[in-house]
Every structure is written in structure tokens, then in C-alpha cells.
T-cell receptor, first 112, second 113 residues
């Protein structure tokens, strides 16, 4: 199965700033996904990122707050913009390949 | 709107016992049903998955039972071990709908020695 490297693994950020999370897959994949997992909660899909097209956002998530880039078939970034303490969460990227969905280890974000 | 309902929220099982986690879905277009295991500080890892053309799939100590008419599926962990203590998530996706994976709320399993 694909191996997904995600960084940073954790960060503490000041409110009002932005953080960009990187996700690297070791093989070419068409679809990549970004999820948010609040402490002790399940995973909520933020958006689907396909190479060469605009990301598709789920209800409750907007591009201005969570801009996504997908420059090629192995890489994607998620930016959490103008952060507030409510954005403190784990952010995970995922791909969909022949072995199903594979997840990165996540980025644990704390906003102070 | 929650589309995959998972129960129980937490489960305590003695070593050697059977752990059973249940999920129900609403969207009849779902055609892929995986279970994920997540340890603290790690991303979810695929445990086992099933498609609607079979009613049961077994991999080692892990079995998925699938009831298409009832729109329910469950995970059975036989001979549960302390190392199985983790959070388990069921999920579902519709291959015709951008393959979005929708997760259940999760079950925190504790296996006591």
C-alpha cells in the first residue's frame, strides 16, 4: 500500500496566523483527501483534492479558510488560515489507491 | 447529517473474549465498507474491508459481517488481546461519488488482561 508522509507532525501556533501542512505520497494517486479529527472524535472530511482541478469542499468548510493545493499526483498541501483556538485539531491527509484508503500520521495543531 | 452510525462508543473486553462493534448506514449507494484501527498519535490504519457482494469476510482474528438488507455491518475481533486496545472506526464510501469516505463516530476498545 502507499506510504504517506505528512509534516509537520505537530505545531503550536498563535491565533491569527496560518499553517501549511504538507502531504507526500510515495506513488502517483488521482485522489487525495484532507480530514480533521478533533480530540477524541471521529474524522470529518474537509475536502477532496484532485490534481489539475479545484478542490471540492464539504459543507461547513470553505476555501478561504482551508486553501488546498495539488500541484502533482504525489503531493498536496492544506493551509489552515487565520487560526483560532477552535482550529486546534489533528489534520490528516489520505489517498485512494488500489489498496483502498491510506492515511498519514496526522498533524496535531494547537492554536494558542 | 451522520450517514454512518457506530456503536458502542466504548467497549471493555477481557483477554480472550470476543469484541463486537456495529455500524449502520443510510446511503444505499455505499459500496465499500472498511474498518480502521487507530492508536493514539497515529493515523487510522486499514484493518479489513468488505464490499456488498459478500456477507462475511475473515482475516485472521478479524471478521466483518455484512447485512445488505438491514444496511448494517459489524466487526468481530476473536480472542481479543491487550494489543488490540485502540479506537476502531467503521466507514463507508460510494465509488460513484468521488470516493468520499464517511466515518462512524468510533469505538474505544479496552482489552483487559
Amino acid at each position: 500500500s502507499a506510504v504517506i508522509s505528512q509534516k509537520p507532525s505537530r505545531d503550536i501556533c498563535q491565533r491569527g496566523t496560518s499553517l501549511t501542512i504538507q502531504c507526500q505520497v510515495d506513488s502517483q494517486v488521482t485522489m487525495m483527501f484532507w480530514y480533521r479529527q478533533q480530540p477524541g472524535q471521529s474524522l470529518t472530511l474537509i475536502a477532496t483534492a484532485n490534481q489539475g482541478s479545484e478542490a471540492t469542499y464539504e459543507s461547513g468548510f470553505v476555501i478561504d479558510k482551508f486553501p488546498i493545493s495539488r500541484p502533482n499526483l504525489t503531493f498536496s498541501t492544506l493551509t489552515v488560515s487565520n487560526m483560532s483556538p477552535e482550529d486546534s485539531s489533528i489534520y490528516l491527509c489520505s489517498d485512494y489507491g488500489a489498496d483502498g484508503y491510506t492515511f498519514g500520521s496526522g498533524t496535531r495543531l494547537t492554536v494558542v | 447529517q451522520q450517514q454512518v452510525k457506530q456503536s458502542p462508543q466504548s467497549l471493555i473486553v477481557q483477554k480472550g473474549g470476543i469484541s463486537i462493534i456495529n455500524c449502520a448506514y443510510e446511503n444505499t449507494a455505499f459500496d465499500y465498507f472498511p474498518w480502521y484501527q487507530q492508536f493514539p498519535g497515529k493515523g487510522p490504519a486499514l484493518l479489513i474491508a468488505i464490499r456488498p457482494d459478500v456477507s462475511e469476510k475473515k482475516e485472521g482474528r478479524f471478521t466483518i459481517s455484512f447485512n445488505k438488507s438491514a444496511k448494517q455491518f459489524s466487526l468481530h475481533i476473536m480472542d481479543s488481546q491487550p494489543g488490540d486496545s485502540a479506537t476502531y472506526f467503521c466507514a463507508a464510501s460510494d465509488s460513484g461519488g468521488y470516493n468520499k469516505l464517511i466515518f462512524g463516530a468510533g469505538t474505544r476498545l479496552a482489552v483487559h488482561p
